[in-house]
């Protein structure tokens, strides 16, 4: 899913806040906010000598996101009207500026590219997310962000509110009143409100919204720890024990075992009649090094299903125990199944706190051809209530694809944006979605998901035990329809070209 805002960054910490409620990745912490707020005035010094460089005060177009840069350091800031703490980002420079100023910086095992428009603007891309994002520069540091911020329960309480009603684009759809919630819940506390009782109330706060990107993490020893995370109500859960009985259903039909890449993340076997396996059960996590190290692993993968194309009758990808990860590697995927350019979709982020209507120029996001082995005939796509994030923004981007793709199984999570982790104070922090991603029309399918064509059981509890799968029964089904729809074509061709 990459996802923060800071894609790639965030892309592992909206499945370990959100999904599996584990830590953020090592290597990125939050700031400590007496430190960081006590660097204003040796970032405001950084701001008058850096004029025309990098260095100096930036603001991000949407995001909720101040961004100071001083020297080799890039630390954050988190900020709605009325609040302004230190963010839970603090990046290295990487190596020295490009010939247009393009300068990288790293998080963790993570990075992002900055590239200078002008003096006062900047233009985001970060490795495994999608699309950019633009910085403004700013004189100095918002006022706010000058002192320390008070962390009474209601006023952590109130950050956390606002930062939902300054960036949380669904409430409409959701037919929630944000307004009516904070009086609700706010009239339960009082200065002495312990930390536990607040947890509770922030949790019953966002709990209604149904939503998979939302969350809510407890500091404990300087370490952020999941203590709730949302999901559509409804929908299925993710265990190992479903994870192994699934799997054994799938090796029933296979014709040999399955071989593994990514740390076990990706599979490829081989079904009968010419069709290959595909199952991707993240988009990310393949290996501890950076995104590089990433998709070089789904590469080998998708050359290992591609191998002997002249083979290949069909193609069925398996995305249903897939949480997300990062936007970038699905698209990968897509680049190996066209041989000519499409839109996958469009971005957009909320960029006026008062109007929950406006957001940021869209941002287009193609699916470009892979130089790679790639194949063009008929695919089906398993989707399930578990898929999520970066596995729905994968969905979504092959429904561009001609030949159409056939999905089967049941409608996925229906969460998209990357994510936004707000810091609230030195015990919580917030996960929160902020973008939408369009389709040509401009709707989205956030809420509800996917739909797939053929709908299909999966993981029912009659299923696993019986270790059936009907959704990839069904997909061998149209593969092999639509393999003889399309030599049937082909023949009527030859005929009516011998004429």
């Known amino acids: 899913m990459a996802r923060i805002g800071w894609g790639a960054v965030a892309a592992a910490t909206a499945v370990a806040l959100a999904s599996t409620l584990a830590a953020a990745p090592p290597g990125v912490a939050a700031p400590a906010q007496g430190q960081a707020q006590g660097q204003a005035q040796e970032q405001g010094q950084a701001q008058e000598q850096g004029r025309g460089t990098l260095d100096g005060v930036w603001r991000m177009d949407g995001y909720g996101m101040v961004v100071v840069i001083a020297g080799d350091r890039l630390t954050t800031y988190d900020v709605t009207t009325h609040s302004c703490v230190p963010g839970w980002i603090t990046a290295t420079r990487a190596g020295a500026p490009g010939p247009d100023g393009a300068t990288r910086f790293t998080i963790g095992n993570n990075a992002l590219t900055l590239t200078p428009r002008g003096r006062d603007r900047l233009i985001d891309h970060e490795e495994g997310g999608v699309g950019a994002k633009t910085l403004n520069r700013l004189p100095a540091l918002p006022p706010l962000c000058t002192v320390p911020a008070p962390n009474d329960p209601l006023s952590v309480f109130d950050r956390f509110w606002e930062d939902f009603e300054e960036n949380y684009p669904f409430f409409a759809a959701k037919g929630i009143d944000w307004h009516t919630v904070r009086d609700e819940q706010r009239a339960k506390i009082t200065p002495a409100t312990t930390s536990e009782k607040l947890q509770e109330i922030l949790i019953d706060t966002i709990r209604p919204l149904g939503d998979a990107h939302t969350g809510l993490a407890r500091y404990v020893d300087g370490e952020p720890k999941g203590v709730f995370g949302g999901r559509r109500p409804g929908t299925t859960r993710r265990t190992k024990e479903l994870v192994d009985r699934a799997g054994q259903a799938v090796a029933a039909q296979l014709t040999g075992p399955e071989q593994t890449f990514g740390d076990g993340r990706l599979g490829v076997g081989r079904l ?152 609230l104070s030195p015990d919580f922090a917030v996960v929160l979605p902020n973008e939408k991603y369009l389709t040509r029309d401009g709707s989205t399918f956030d809420g509800p998901g996917i739909a797939p064509d053929v709908p299909t059981p999966v993981y029912s509890a009659e299923e696993l035990a019986a270790l059936k799968d009907s959704a990839l029964s069904t997909a061998r089904g149209v593969l092999a329809s639509e393999t003889e729809e399309a030599r049937g074509a082909r023949n009527a061709r030859d005929a009516h070209d011998a004429r």
């Open 272 to 423: 009968p009649d010419g069709v290959r396996y595909l199952r991707v059960s993240a988009f990310d996590g393949y290996t501890d090094g950076d995104y590089a190290g990433r998709a070089a692993q789904l590469d080998l993968a998708l050359d290992a299903v591609l191998a002997d194309p002249e083979e290949i009758t069909g193609l069925v990808i398996d995305v249903r125990l897939n949480g997300g990860g990062s936007d970038a590697l699905g698209l990968q995927i897509a680049s190996r199944l066209t041989d000519c350019p499409y839109l996958a979709y469009r971005k957009v982020a909320r960029n006026d706190p008062a109007d929950p209507a406006k957001f940021t120029r869209p941002v287009p996001v193609a699916v470009q051809p892979s130089a790679g082995e790639h194949f063009t005939g008929p695919v089906t796509v398993l989707t399930s209530s578990i898929s999520a994030s970066a596995a729905e923004t994968f969905t979504q981007a092959l429904m561009g694809r001609s030949p159409h793709v056939t999905r089967i199984g049941e409608n996925t999570q229906g969460v998209y944006s990357d994510i936004l982790i707000k810091n």
